[in-house]
């Protein structure tokens, strides 16, 4: 059992951005342009979407993803995949895939993948970048990761760390990523575990793998990918796709009939209904 799949987890109430996940950008739900992405990864055995939501569920169906309807009960994403890991046995490797970041990287996917296979000690497996403007480090919105000699995180924080004691050493701030590869018993264990002191603290999930000693990997890459949190920040997307010329390869590919879309992949999987 080697395979690999990606959960996207997606939920309709946001107190800052209600329907998030079909909020059309350059004429495409939100949640399609991750899908989208997601399938071109090529380590990925299955692409999932996880939701608590007929709404999401059927719009996905239409589509063409496969979805797992889940409980609405669950308190965070990883919560919601977890219950999917569960009935999905025969995959080792669960790739966490943030349903808000359109322009997620298919070959960080495939790299996520290729780390856990590789390192069996690896328990979770994540992605971080340099900021652009390390001005930026001061936001606490913006979650930083400082890692080890080896690339194993050693804190996750919403302060700028490190703290520059030495104002002439360079400083370089690694803003986290959203994306998590876990290993398949890694992630059962984790929903497991009560929210640890550090993780309340900091209000930051992760920090519970550090404070139960999982070993945490991250990927050091050199760009990020832009996450969409309020309707602000899908105009401010929009606009650059539109800029760059993606806008119009993007609608070409999501108007494709099923089987242009299936040769432009080498073969994706036909329609399945939603799973219970």
């Given at each position: 059992m080697n395979k690999a799949v990606g959960i996207i987890p997606a939920r309709w109430s946001s107190s800052r951005f209600p329907g998030k996940p079909l909020h059309l950008i350059a004429g495409i739900p939100l949640l399609r342009h991750v899908w989208e992405h997601c399938r071109r990864a090529e380590k990925l055995d299955s692409v999932i979407i996880a939701t608590d939501d007929m709404r999401i569920a059927d719009a996905a169906f239409e589509w063409g993803?496969?979805?797992?309807?889940?409980?609405?009960?669950?308190?965070?994403?990883?919560?919601?995949?977890?219950e999917v890991a569960r009935k999905t046995k025969q995959f080792a490797s669960i790739i966490n895939i943030q349903g808000d970041e359109p322009l997620v990287d298919p070959a960080l996917i495939d790299k996520l993948v290729e780390r856990l296979r590789s390192d069996r000690k690896i328990g979770i497996v994540t992605a971080a970048h340099p900021f652009e403007n390390a001005?930026?480090?001061s936001l606490p919105h913006q979650v930083k990761v400082i890692v080890d000699l080896r690339g194993n995180?050693?804190?996750?924080?919403?302060?700028?760390?490190?703290?520059p004691r030495d104002r002439s050493a360079?400083?370089?701030?690694?803003?986290?990523q959203g994306i998590y590869g876990f290993r398949r018993q890694t992630l059962l264990?984790?929903?497991k575990?009560?929210?640890?002191?550090?993780?309340?603290?900091?209000?930051?999930?992760?920090?519970?793998?550090?404070?139960?000693?999982v070993k945490v990997h991250v990927l050091v890459t050199k760009h990020g990918s832009p996450g969409v949190d309020t309707p602000q920040d899908a105009i401010a997307l929009e606009q650059n796709l539109?800029?760059?010329g993606i806008v119009a390869a993007s609608l070409r590919e999501a108007?494709?009939?099923?089987?242009?879309?299936?040769?432009?992949?080498?073969?994706?999987k036909a329609k399945r209904r939603p799973s219970r």
């Amino acid at each position: 059992m080697n395979k690999a799949v990606g959960i996207i987890p997606a939920r309709w109430s946001s107190s800052r951005f209600p329907g998030k996940p079909l909020h059309l950008i350059a004429g495409i739900p939100l949640l399609r342009h991750v899908w989208e992405h997601c399938r071109r990864a090529e380590k990925l055995d299955s692409v999932i979407i996880a939701t608590d939501d007929m709404r999401i569920a059927d719009a996905a169906f239409e589509w063409g993803a496969e979805v797992a309807l889940t409980s609405p009960h669950h308190q965070s994403g990883t919560d919601r995949i977890a219950e999917v890991a569960r009935k999905t046995k025969q995959f080792a490797s669960i790739i966490n895939i943030q349903g808000d970041e359109p322009l997620v990287d298919p070959a960080l996917i495939d790299k996520l993948v290729e780390r856990l296979r590789s390192d069996r000690k690896i328990g979770i497996v994540t992605a971080a970048h340099p900021f652009e403007n390390a001005a930026e480090a001061s936001l606490p919105h913006q979650v930083k990761v400082i890692v080890d000699l080896r690339g194993n995180a050693l804190y996750f924080s919403r302060y700028a760390i490190p703290f520059p004691r030495d104002r002439s050493a360079p400083i370089r701030y690694l803003r986290h990523q959203g994306i998590y590869g876990f290993r398949r018993q890694t992630l059962l264990q984790f929903v497991k575990w009560k929210p640890t002191p550090l993780e309340r603290a900091e209000s930051l999930e992760q920090l519970r793998a550090l404070e139960n000693g999982v070993k945490v990997h991250v990927l050091v890459t050199k760009h990020g990918s832009p996450g969409v949190d309020t309707p602000q920040d899908a105009i401010a997307l929009e606009q650059n796709l539109a800029r760059a010329g993606i806008v119009a390869a993007s609608l070409r590919e999501a108007s494709a009939s099923p089987i242009e879309r299936r040769l432009q992949t080498f073969g994706s999987k036909a329609k399945r209904r939603p799973s219970r």
